[in-house]
């Protein structure tokens, strides 16, 4: 289980998450039987969306759980259309908008089901302000004070989020947890590449 959200596109069907939460990398397999599941929580969900096509990183197939690898763990998810709703994800629950580039200190608000709350069958928020953290030579966003253990991965890191209208802008996405903090989470930088990433994914269907 992961952690993702839908992320406004022309296609409307795109869902974001981590890249090994649709690839057991290096080497391994793509995850067969995905579905998205909005508003999850304790069994009830606003319908569930298969996936039609994966994408994610060469670098994160390669190189998995490394600085390399982690530094591409990002993935988009193209939807078919709900099983209750019959539309497109973002037209039936709405979607974030996506951001990238800019510093690696923003004011973050970051979602996701980690198992080790509620075991995942809750969503959780935690929110500061982001930093830099490293694993090797690889920068990422980071911040310390979550406690997200397993499940959270694929969670929105989100921009300028609004609790009115609940959406905000996708700038990372928990990947790993630095093995110096249990409570510290860090994202891959959301770089030129994995916006190349998104509009090669606003293109399948």
Same mark, same amino acid.
Request: proline fraction near 3%; hydrophobic fraction near 30%.
């Given at each position: ?17 981590? /890249?090994?939460? $649709?690839?057991? *990398? ?5 995850? &067969?039987? #995905? %579905?998205? !599941?909005?508003?999850? @929580? ?34 988009f998810v ?40 509620? /075991?995942?069958? $809750?969503?959780? *928020? ?5 930093? &830099?953290? #490293? %694993?090797? !030579?690889?920068?990422? @966003? ?20 609004s609790n ?42």
């Amino acid at each position: 289980m992961c952690s993702g959200s839908s992320i406004n596109s022309d296609s409307k069907r795109l869902v974001v998450t981590a /890249g090994h939460c $649709i690839y057991g *990398a290096p080497g391994n397999e793509w995850h &067969t039987n #995905w %579905i998205f !599941a909005p508003g999850y @929580n304790n069994g009830t969900t606003y319908g569930t969306y298969q996936a039609a096509t994966l994408r994610t990183f060469t670098d994160w197939i390669n190189y998995g759980e490394s600085g390399r690898g982690f530094n591409s763990d990002v993935a988009f998810v193209t939807t078919y259309n709900g099983s209750t709703s019959g539309a497109p994800v973002v037209n039936a629950v709405g979607g974030h908008g996506f951001r990238w580039g800019g510093g690696f200190g923003f004011d973050v608000s970051v979602f996701g089901y980690p198992a080790n709350l509620n /075991g995942g069958q $809750i969503m959780w *928020a935690c929110w500061g302000t982001s930093g &830099t953290g #490293w %694993i090797g !030579a690889y920068e990422f @966003n980071h911040i310390a004070g979550c406690n997200f253990g397993g499940g959270s991965s694929g969670g929105p890191w989100l921009d300028e989020y609004s609790n009115t209208t609940g959406l905000g802008y996708v700038r990372s996405v928990t990947s790993n947890g630095p093995t110096d903090s249990t409570a510290d989470i860090q994202g891959p930088y959301f770089d030129s590449r994995v916006n190349d990433l998104f509009v090669a994914a606003n293109n399948d269907w």
